[in-house]
């Protein structure tokens, strides 16, 4: 008998990966023609002729869709992750169902099944589910192009990227504005750019401009902008597709702050489940307050409240109201509304580690008053160290800029911007000015109002930002907290960074030195750029606009809607730079390469 080896094998392999890939290409494909269907239905008027071809198309993808599930069920059921199992069957069953009405149609209209049929074969039922499945099939595109070792900065890039021309595309249909409104292809650009990018800059106003659908487009591009595209591309991956690869894994594991390769999956569902909870309380905070005091329906507060929330925490800016937050409506009899939004900021702009590490400290401590109370189950191992090195610099940073900044605006603006309010007014509205430029972008009283150390104080607070791994844009304060203690070593004469306790890696410190200084460079070409295409404007007004849009702040002198199209097209650039960073642009154009063997000779270099 003869005898086989592992290399009789490998053309047969080879052969499987080759369909398999093909496979996977073709439904990558065949979903992004499922989703520009989908787009088609929701902006355009169609025919009835045009809607036959939709819902035909409807019909073929969700049997195809069914198919390679039942596939993918028969051949991956291997790689199929034990807390996706229930998922990956509701998405089964929910395909399942839209086909239902189509294989067996019901003999009367009066039949027992035709409510159930009637919501299976509803229109938003089947675009809802189709939609998402394809949705699922390009995450799981884009997870495979990472598996072979894709540049994980150039994926990011292109991520931001497809999001806004795909949100530029939905805010031009008709159904996203007035009747009345022509937006022109730069302003919706730009519109798409600030909310993907979570800035709050626009040239127009949003009340006046969009339609309940455009404003809804715009809430979706800044909940997606604001967790990060690559983290809901990961989650739908990692969560309903499967396993990953181990270059994947790796990829994943740096852009999440992951200290392990098995809480990676726990850290996204962490992510997910604070934002989608903390929207929701902040949105139930806002509607309370402003519950029959604005003019509004139950369905219209209950929308202004979401909106609101979610633009808060993802550090956006965008408000429905004419003139922002300092819409009159608001201005009087409304303190709580500025400090629910207030907390929110906070919250969005220190960070999602920093927001698992309070988890884990209060469940470390519920769990010690339980054993303690009722002595239940085992004594919990006690810790020293909960809170890690990231979230006392956070705390840290963050208190000082909050208390400083709340400080030195109430006292410059307690007799100009605040000198009509009263005592409670001027603290609420200096707590929320201190707060809004890292890097939110509310605002309450025009900026334009305060004084010329107020705005450099605004400048300073938008540069800074907020964390890393938050919704913020900015330096971060982790850089300016590591910045610090460099600083404070090399005058102390030390040859080790350390902060809290904690040597910090030299690699940390070179990331510090060259963010700091590529904010520089870019701010400082910019500013020339912009007055050489608006001469007209105030060089300081350019300034402020150029922070705001790089710190992806969203606060402007009412200088936005003044420029041309080409200054348009520039600050969507920098607001692109900023929310995807300076650095992870550059190493996506950069091609990679392997570190050397060798390390070059040594040479001191005379500082000062």
């Given at each position: 008998m003869k005898n086989?080896?592992?290399?009789?094998?490998?053309?047969?392999?080879?052969?499987?990966?080759?369909?398999?890939?093909?496979?996977?290409?073709?439904?990558?494909?065949?979903?992004?023609?499922?989703?520009?269907?989908?787009?088609?239905?929701?902006?355009?008027?169609?025919?009835?002729?045009?809607?036959?071809?939709?819902?035909?198309?409807?019909?073929?993808?969700?049997?195809?869709?069914?198919?390679f599930f039942l596939l993918r069920l028969l051949f991956d059921w291997r790689t199929i992750r034990r807390k996706s199992i229930a998922l990956t069957f509701t998405m089964g069953v929910a395909l399942l169902a839209a086909l239902l009405p189509h294989w067996f149609p019901l003999a009367t209209?009066?039949?027992?099944?035709?409510?159930?049929?009637?919501?299976?074969?509803?229109?938003?039922?089947?675009?809802?589910?189709?939609?998402?499945?394809?949705i699922l099939e390009l995450s799981r595109g884009v997870v495979g192009m990472i598996n072979r070792?894709?540049?994980?900065?150039?994926?990011?890039?292109?991520?931001?990227?497809?999001?806004?021309?795909?949100?530029?595309?939905?805010?031009?249909?008709?159904?996203?504005?007035?009747?009345?409104?022509?937006?022109?292809?730069?302003?919706?650009?730009?519109?798409?750019?600030?909310?993907?990018?979570?800035?709050?800059l626009t040239p127009v106003d949003v009340s006046s401009t969009f339609t309940i659908e455009g404003q809804t487009v715009i809430l979706l591009l800044i909940q997606i902008g604001g967790l990060g595209v690559m983290t809901i591309t990961s989650f739908f991956a990692l969560f309903f597709m499967g396993g990953t690869g181990l270059f994947n894994q790796f990829a994943l594991r740096d852009m999440l702050s992951s200290d392990t390769f098995s809480s990676l999956l726990s850290m996204l569902l962490y992510i997910l489940g604070f934002t989608f909870v903390i929207e929701i309380i902040g949105a139930l905070l806002i509607w309370h307050n402003i519950h029959g005091t604005l003019g509004m329906g139950l369905h219209e507060e209950l929308y202004f409240s979401l909106f609101h929330a979610i633009s808060a925490f993802c550090n956006a800016g965008f408000s429905t109201l004419e003139g922002n937050l300092g819409n009159p409506l608001v201005m009087q009899g409304h303190n709580a509304l500025y400090l629910w939004i207030s907390l929110l900021v906070i919250l969005g702009?220190?960070?999602?580690?920093?927001?698992?590490?309070?988890?884990?400290?209060?469940?470390?401590?519920?769990?010690?008053?339980?054993?303690?109370?009722?002595?239940?189950?085992?004594?919990?191992?006690?810790?020293?160290?909960?809170?890690?090195?990231?979230?006392?610099?956070?705390?840290?940073?963050?208190?000082?800029?909050?208390?400083?900044?709340?400080?030195?605006?109430?006292?410059?603006?307690?007799?100009?911007?605040?000198?009509?309010?009263?005592?409670?007014?001027?603290?609420?509205?200096?707590?929320?000015n201190a707060t809004v430029p890292r890097t939110a972008g509310f605002n309450s009283v025009s900026v334009t109002q305060f004084s010329t150390l107020t705005l450099l104080l605004s400048l300073v607070l938008m540069w800074i930002g907020g964390a890393s791994q938050s919704t913020a844009g900015g330096i971060k304060v982790n850089t300016l907290g590591v910045a610090w203690a460099n600083f404070l070593s090399v005058?102390?004469?030390?040859?080790?960074?350390?902060?809290?306790?904690?040597e910090i890696p030299a690699d940390s410190v070179r990331r510090t030195s060259a963010t700091i200084l590529g904010s520089l460079i870019v701010l400082g070409c910019s500013l020339p750029i912009l007055i050489l295409l608006e001469p007209d404007i105030h060089p300081m007004r350019l300034l402020f606009e150029a922070v705001s849009a790089l710190g992806t702040v969203g606060s402007s002198m009412d200088t936005t809607p003044l420029l041309g199209e080409p200054a348009k097209l520039f600050i969507s650039l920098l607001m692109f730079t900023g929310r995807v960073g300076l650095i992870t642009v550059l190493l996506s154009l950069m091609p990679q390469r392997s570190a050397p063997r060798y390390r070059l000779p040594k040479e001191h270099v005379i500082i000062n």
């Open positions: 086989f080896s592992l290399k009789s094998l490998r053309p047969s392999t080879v052969t499987e990966q080759r369909i398999r890939r093909w496979v996977e290409g073709a439904m990558f494909l065949f979903s992004l023609m499922v989703l520009g269907v989908l787009f088609v239905d929701y902006g355009y008027t169609l025919q009835p002729h045009e809607q036959r071809i939709i819902q035909t198309i409807f019909r073929l993808a969700k049997g195809v869709y069914f198919v209209p009066d039949h027992a099944l035709s409510g159930l049929w009637a919501l299976f074969s509803n229109k938003y039922y089947v675009g809802g589910v189709v939609g998402l499945y394809a070792r894709t540049n994980p900065a150039l994926l990011l890039v292109s991520g931001f990227m497809i999001l806004i021309i795909l949100g530029t595309l939905l805010l031009l249909v008709p159904r996203s504005t007035l009747p009345e409104i022509h937006l022109s292809i730069v302003d919706a650009l730009f519109v798409s750019t600030s909310a993907v990018c979570v800035t709050g702009g220190i960070g999602f580690p920093i927001l698992v590490n309070f988890k884990e400290i209060l469940f470390y401590y519920g769990r010690m008053v339980i054993h303690r109370i009722f002595a239940i189950g085992k004594k919990p191992v006690r810790y020293y160290h909960l809170t890690n090195i990231n979230t006392k610099i956070v705390l840290t940073m963050t208190t000082i800029l909050l208390v400083g900044g709340t400080a030195a605006i109430a006292a410059l603006e307690w007799h100009g911007a605040f000198a009509q309010m009263s005592l409670t007014e001027k603290l609420t509205h200096a707590l929320f005058v102390r004469g030390r040859e080790s960074v350390t902060l809290f306790g904690r």
